[in-house]
């Protein structure tokens, strides 16, 4: 297949690249290297350093011809969301639509695009836990908002330009490459605290829950999603809630860490409690995350570990 992948140079995209391009595929990535890294480009995929949100996509459709758009290009910091709500929508939601009327334009068969469980249902706590995909959408936060109009949108398109789609919605993504210096990445940023033996920071009593998945798990669902899933929503997460001190606990152990975390005032507006029910994905798509938190955090300490 001829696919589009956008945001290719960042971390989860960047290894979805690498697996479409292992199975054969021929893959061509947008990316305005934001945040994203030169290094994570895979050299068999063609690049174009754009802007999701600029007219001048258009050509990028017009000579590749995609079968396929797998988006993932985003503002993805929640903060920043919070502080400047325009500048999301601008690329999170705008950004978007400028893709889906591309993809209509050049009749692409099929748009897979990377949402957010933690973000679109808002608090779990004392609410039903896991979330499942028809649980009530709550999002507090801007980011969660642009995420969650992007899938009204497809829903639209698929009935008014008969597009097809599929939308992954994403636990709290981990693994290798992802980057420490944002705000996001509670495993990175704790892998680079502790390699550089510094306690890491924990944010209130810890115990707040994230549905952690391996990267290469996501991976898999987005080679599912390339032929399955035709106008579906999916969760993608372990249906376990992990907590930061759980992780705390585990990378201690498997970098022979000796000091303790030092515990700061909980932040205001951060969620409890969230974790998604993955039975619809595995039902529809014979999709299961293969990596629990043990499994995944030590796959990932061993890619920090040997790029120091
Ligand atoms: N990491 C997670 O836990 C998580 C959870 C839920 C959803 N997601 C979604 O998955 C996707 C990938 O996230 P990630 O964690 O790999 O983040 P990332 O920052 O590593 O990747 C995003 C990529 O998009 C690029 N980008 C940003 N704005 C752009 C723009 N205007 N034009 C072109 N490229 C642009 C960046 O340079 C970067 O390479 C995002 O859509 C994110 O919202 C991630």
Redesign the pocket.
Known sequence: MNILV??G?????SHIVDRYIDLGHKVSI???????KKENINPGATFYQ????SPEIEEIFKKEKPQVVNH?????DVRKALEDPVFDAG?NII?SLRLLEQSVKYKVNKFIF???G?AIYGEGDKRELPFKEDSLFRPESPYGIS?LTVEKYLYAYRHTNNISYTVLR?G??YGPRQ?HTGE??VVAIFISAMLASKPPNIYGNGEQLRDYVFVEDVVRANELALTGGEGKSFNIGTSYGGSVNEIFKYLKSFLHFSQEPIYRPRRAGEIEKVYLDTTLVRNELGWKAEYDLEKGLEKTVAFFKDRT
């Open positions: 956008t945001g140079a960042g971390f989860i995209a947008i990316d305005n290297l934001s945040s994203g754009f802007d999701i949100s993932h290009a985003a503002q993805i690329i950004g990377a949402s957010s933690g995420k994403y709290n993504v980057d996001a990445g």
